[in-house]
């Protein structure tokens, strides 16, 4: 594994040590942790979790129990360690396993991932671990499945993907209680990432809703989007 770096999250309020070279945790994992709709005394589900920044950030927010799975050794290593960098070891844990053949004794009430979803069209990362985080061989919807597997009666499931891979996992998600809340780059922009998340109590038609700009004209993130990412903000995605 490459050096470690130090970097805060939520306007420095966590700390995350994760590898200076390879994958690295940013944007995606702060909009995914806001969009989980967990509260206190709940327990939540990440699948490859990486580093623990995802599950950190929703931790800090909510105030709920989080496990993650992670199937490289050294990025459980170094999430353990930031739980206990961030004080919260007794309620945020990560283990070693394979989000794709999983086997858990209980479910949750809310699981939730940033998989790898990137198709092997482009050129494969040289890193071994950022490859593997990036590009999910068309396991995605995969992915998918084994998530819905770990949801608790009345749960939900929430994922983040880059916008072109979404007709994929709408064709494993259940018809009702499906959500999907756009991410624009700029205004008047088509999305990059969208965010999906399935409601097992509700029963209506899946909506497209009107999602979020990131950034102004002058490249500064959006004040919606800046408390997001600084002030540890609940993303209502369904009410």
Not at 96 to 122: K, M, W, Y
Not at 218 to 235: F, I, K, M, Q, S
């Amino acid at each position: 594994m490459s050096a470690i770096t130090e970097d805060g999250f939520l306007n420095g309020r966590l700390r995350v040590r994760q590898p200076r070279r390879g994958f690295r945790a940013g944007l995606d994992a702060v909009m995914l942790a806001a969009a989980v709709p967990a509260g206190v005394g709940e327990m939540a589900l990440e699948l490859g979790a990486g580093v623990g920044t995802a599950s950190l950030c929703l931790a800090a927010r909510s105030g709920c129990d989080v496990t993650g799975i992670e199937i490289e050794p050294e990025l459980v290593d170094l999430a353990n360690q930031n739980a206990a960098l961030n004080e919260v070891s007794g309620r945020v844990r990560f283990e070693i396993g394979d989000a794709l053949n999983l086997v858990l004794e209980r479910t949750f009430d809310h699981v939730f991932c940033n998989p790898p979803f990137h198709d092997d069209s482009g050129q494969r990362s040289s890193d071994v671990l950022r490859a593997r985080a990036l590009q999910d061989a068309g396991t995605l919807k995969n992915w998918v499945r084994n998530s819905l597997d770990h949801v608790a009666s009345k749960g939900s499931f929430t994922i983040i993907l880059r916008a072109n891979r979404l007709g994929e996992v709408l064709e494993v998600l259940p018809q009702a209680g499906v959500y999907i809340f756009p991410l624009l780059p700029h205004a008047g922009e088509p999305p990059k990432r969208v965010i999906v998340q399935w409601r097992q109590t509700r029963r209506g038609r899946r909506a497209r809703l009107q999602g979020l700009v990131l950034h102004q004209t002058n490249g500064r993130y959006t004040p919606e989007a800046d408390t997001l990412l600084r002030d540890a903000v609940p993303l209502r995605i369904s009410s």
